[in-house]
Every structure is written in C-alpha cells, then in structure tokens.
C-alpha cells in the first residue's frame, strides 16, 4: 500500500467513526467532536513544529491556549465604562511605571561597571519600582472590582469582532513564547521544559486570580460570537429556517444548533487549511532543511554558521502562536473563559500524544491524530459504559464486582488512550504517518 492510498484509508476511518456517531448519538454531538478535532489539530500542529521540527519540548502548551482564551475577552467583550472610569487609567499607569522600573534597571546595569555597588542599586531601584507600581495598581484594581461584581468587576474588551481575536491571540501567545525562549532556550531542553511548565502554572493562576483582567474563577460567559455564525433563537424565529428544518424531519430546536455548529466547522477547516499550507512551505523550504539539521545534530549545525538559538527561539514563538491561536478559537466556540478548566492532561498531555501517535515531524500526522485522538477522548466514556454494561450483564445485581466495573467505567478513556499510545509505539514507533 503506497503512502497516499495508506494515509486516505486513516483518514477515512476517523472520518466514518464520526458519521458513525453523528448516525447513532446526533448530529450534533458528531459535529462538536468534529470542531473539537479541528481546534485539536491545530495545536497539534503547532507543537508539531516545536518539537518535530526542531525537537524543542514544551510542555506549557495549557499556558498558550489559556493567553489566546484571554486574548479573546480582552478583545471581543464590550468595556465596562463604570469599571474603565474607576480605576482603568490607573491600570495604565501602574503598567507602564512596571515597564519604566525594568527597562531603568536593564539601562543602568549596561552603563555601570560590574561591582557590589552596582548590585545594591539595581536591588534598590527594584525594590522602589515595586513598592511605586503597588501603590498605583493595588487601589485601582479595588476600585474595579467593587464595579457590579456579580455581572462585570473587570475592565472587559475592546468590542471588536471575533474573528479579529483569533490572530490577536497568536500574538499573545508569540509574546509569551519571546520572554520564556529569552531565558530558557540557551540552556538543555530539560529546562526548557521546566521553565513552560512553569510560566503555564503562573499564567493559569493570574487568569484565576486577577478578577480585574478575567473575572477570575467567576468566569466571562456571553462571548460575542463571530459575524458569520448566527444564534440559535434567531435561526428559530425565522419562519423560513423552521419550514425548511421539518422538510428534513428536524425540530428548530435541533436544526439551529446544527446550524450554528456547520459554521464554526467551515470557519475552522478555513484556519486549519491555511496553517496547514504555511506549515508545509515552511518544512519543504531552505528554512524547514535548516531547523531538521538542527534538530538532527546542533553542533554540526552551528559549526556551519547557523544561529541555534536563535533559530529556535524563532520556531518556539511560531509554534506557540498557532497554538495561541487555537485557543482563542475554543473560547469563541465555547462562548465563555473558565480558568478552572485549563488542565495540562486535557491541554498539554492530549496534544503530545496527538503528535505522537500522528506521527512526528510531520504535519499531516498531526491532523489525523488531532482528529483520532479527541474521537477516542470524547468517545471512550461511553463505548467504556456500554462495554462494561455488556461484560457485567450476566452478574447478578449487588455484586461486588458489577458495581466496581460499572462504577469505573468513566475512567475508560484514559485506559484508551493509554492503549492506543503503547500500541502505536509498539508497531509504528514514528507515528502513524511518519516523517519521510
């Protein structure tokens, strides 16, 4: 079997499971698993590029999908008035005192000469610049929160479109991506991993923390939506949309969230083709054969002239972005930024094993284990049900271990994905469409 023949029937598969799914549970639930698996794939490729292509191991991917989610408040939701009167200037101010105390000390440590001397200024003009941005950011994020707290206490947005928010999100993400790779990418990919790891950890607990920025653990919920995708009352008070959803034997109830969930689809194939096209050219370009040869063996690389760290810190920001990007996308289709739902094993060990078993290093992989991967996610829960239902049928009721196997059912998609993980590794350790 060649390979395009081999990666069609992949395709194919997953592509039947869902129509199996969307014939057996609803449309409905199909086409969420299927916007899910597009927002999936995304990330995945994104980390795909991280790691490969140039074998940078970033396990703070829960971080970059939070910033875009954040983007998407900041940008979409309309502004608090009350909350920017109260204290929204003073914000600004404390910002930019924050930004002048570090650029004063990064000035004065170019200009001094090494010494004891020095070390005491620097420590003292942090210690002043901190207690100055306290005492101008403290009181005016009182003032913010104490505006309506129960429906806003925050700044909110900007009031711009939604689609607007998805790139401004990859920008987000980028920025993040800049400072972590400043610091840890001229040290061992170890601490690479710890120093992502870490700036998602303080990246969730400000999204959880700072209610004046998100609402905290409150949550933002009424996310506009974007201009393309219409809402279900609107579609069932047309007369028209109704007439045409029971020629299909649909109520308009069902018929307008089907609706609504196509067009999130066609807006993310859009976005997912069109990262999927610039990822390719990258990869087949002079540029693509210089990150693999660095991936491949960086002293050789270096001994050549080539930039290592640089050039890896300019892959770690674009792939970053992506996933970034992704983010913002899952809070606009979700409608709302929960904090609390930011896990790693959801958003940071899923997607490596969506690389993983797609197949590393290439981007094509990525996307059939984006897809493959949340199918078994979302779907193992209940074929775990039903498979246990059938297995303890025979039990007598009341029996010990009935109640045990039926009672850990819910945690068969863990043992799924376990399973699919060691079974790929096992008999296709490079993935299930390998890097050529």
């Given at each position: 079997?060649?390979?395009?023949?081999?990666?069609t029937?992949l395709?194919?598969v997953?592509?039947?499971m869902?129509?199996?799914?969307g014939?057996?549970?609803g449309?409905n639930?199909?086409?969420?698993?299927?916007?899910?698996?597009?927002?999936?794939?995304i990330?995945?490729?994104g980390v795909?590029?991280?790691?490969?292509?140039a074998?940078?191991?970033?396990?703070?991917?829960?971080?970059?999908?939070?910033?875009g989610g954040?983007?998407?408040i900041?940008?979409?939701?309309?502004?608090?008035?009350?909350?920017?009167?109260?204290?929204?200037l003073?914000?600004?101010?404390a910002?930019?005192s924050?930004a002048?105390?570090?650029?004063l000390i990064?000035?004065t440590?170019?200009?001094?000469?090494?010494?004891?001397?020095?070390?005491?200024?620097?420590?003292?003009m942090?210690?002043?610049g901190?207690?100055?941005?306290?005492?101008?950011?403290?009181?005016?994020?009182?003032?913010?929160?104490?505006?309506?707290?129960?429906?806003t206490?925050?700044l909110g947005g900007l009031?711009l479109?939604?689609?607007?928010?998805?790139?401004i999100?990859?920008?987000f993400?980028?920025?993040?991506?800049w400072?972590?790779?400043?610091?840890?990418?001229g040290?061992r990919?170890?601490?690479?991993?710890?120093?992502?790891?870490?700036i998602a950890?303080?990246?969730l607990?400000?999204?959880?923390?700072?209610?004046?920025?998100?609402?905290?653990v409150?949550?933002?919920i009424?996310?506009p939506?974007?201009?393309?995708?219409p809402?279900?009352?609107d579609l069932?008070?047309?007369?028209s949309?109704?007439?045409?959803?029971?020629e299909?034997?649909?109520?308009p109830?069902?018929?307008?969230?089907?609706?609504?969930?196509l067009?999130?689809?066609?807006?993310?194939t859009?976005?997912l083709?069109?990262?999927?096209?610039?990822?390719?050219?990258?990869i087949k370009?002079?540029?693509?054969?210089?990150m693999?040869?660095?991936?491949?063996n960086?002293?050789?690389a270096g001994?050549?002239?080539k930039n290592?760290?640089?050039?890896?810190?300019?892959?770690?920001?674009?792939?970053?972005?992506?996933?970034g990007i992704?983010?913002?996308?899952?809070?606009?289709?979700?409608?709302?930024?929960t904090?609390?739902?930011?896990?790693?094993?959801?958003?940071?060990?899923l997607i490596?094993?969506?690389?993983?078993?797609?197949?590393?290093?290439?981007?094509?992989?990525?996307?059939?284990?984006?897809?493959?991967?949340?199918?078994?996610w979302?779907?193992g829960?209940?074929?775990?049900?039903?498979?246990?239902?059938t297995?303890t049928?025979?039990?007598?009721?009341g029996?010990?271990?009935?109640d045990?196997?039926?009672g850990?059912?819910?945690?068969?998609?863990?043992?799924?994905?376990?399973?699919?993980l060691?079974?790929v590794l096992?008999?296709?350790?490079?993935?299930?469409?390998?890097?050529?």
């Amino acid at each position: 079997m060649n390979d395009t023949l081999k990666n069609t029937v992949l395709f194919a598969v997953v592509g039947g499971m869902m129509i199996l799914v969307g014939i057996f549970s609803g449309w409905n639930e199909a086409l969420y698993i299927l916007n899910m698996g597009l927002i999936s794939a995304i990330m995945a490729l994104g980390v795909n590029l991280q790691w490969g292509l140039a074998g940078l191991f970033n396990v703070g991917i829960m971080g970059f999908v939070a910033i875009g989610g954040l983007a998407t408040i900041l940008v979409t939701m309309p502004a608090t008035s009350d909350a920017v009167d109260a204290g929204g200037l003073r914000i600004v101010l404390a910002m930019i005192s924050g930004a002048a105390t570090i650029g004063l000390i990064i000035f004065t440590k170019r200009k001094l000469p090494k010494s004891r001397m020095r070390a005491l200024v620097l420590i003292a003009m942090a210690i002043v610049g901190f207690f100055v941005f306290r005492a101008i950011f403290d009181p005016a994020v009182d003032a913010i929160e104490k505006v309506n707290p129960a429906s806003t206490g925050y700044l909110g947005g900007l009031g711009l479109p939604a689609v607007i928010a998805w790139p401004i999100g990859g920008l987000f993400a980028a920025g993040i991506a800049w400072l972590i790779g400043k610091t840890a990418l001229g040290l061992r990919s170890d601490y690479l991993a710890i120093a992502t790891l870490g700036i998602a950890e303080i990246i969730l607990a400000v999204l959880k923390n700072e209610d004046w920025l998100s609402r905290g653990v409150k949550n933002v919920i009424g996310i506009p939506r974007p201009t393309l995708t219409p809402y279900e009352i609107d579609l069932q008070n047309s007369a028209s949309f109704v007439e045409k959803a029971a020629e299909y034997g649909l109520s308009p109830i069902v018929a307008s969230s089907i609706m609504v969930k196509l067009s999130y689809s066609l807006m993310f194939t859009g976005v997912l083709i069109a990262i999927f096209i610039l990822a390719q050219l990258a990869i087949k370009s002079p540029w693509g054969r210089m990150m693999r040869a660095i991936r491949d063996n960086e002293h050789a690389a270096g001994a050549m002239g080539k930039n290592v760290t640089a050039r890896h810190l300019q892959i770690f920001v674009l792939g970053s972005a992506i996933v970034g990007i992704a983010g913002a996308m899952m809070t606009t289709m979700d409608g709302q930024l929960t904090p609390g739902t930011y896990q790693p094993l959801r958003f940071t060990f899923l997607i490596w094993v969506m690389v993983i078993v797609g197949g590393s290093g290439n981007n094509l992989g990525s996307i059939l284990g984006g897809f493959l991967i949340w199918f078994l996610w979302i779907q193992g829960e209940p074929l775990g049900n039903w498979l246990m239902q059938t297995i303890t049928s025979g039990m007598a009721d009341g029996s010990a271990l009935k109640d045990h196997l039926l009672g850990s059912a819910a945690h068969m998609r863990l043992l799924t994905i376990g399973v699919i993980l060691l079974m790929v590794l096992r008999f296709s350790p490079r993935g299930l469409i390998p890097e050529k």
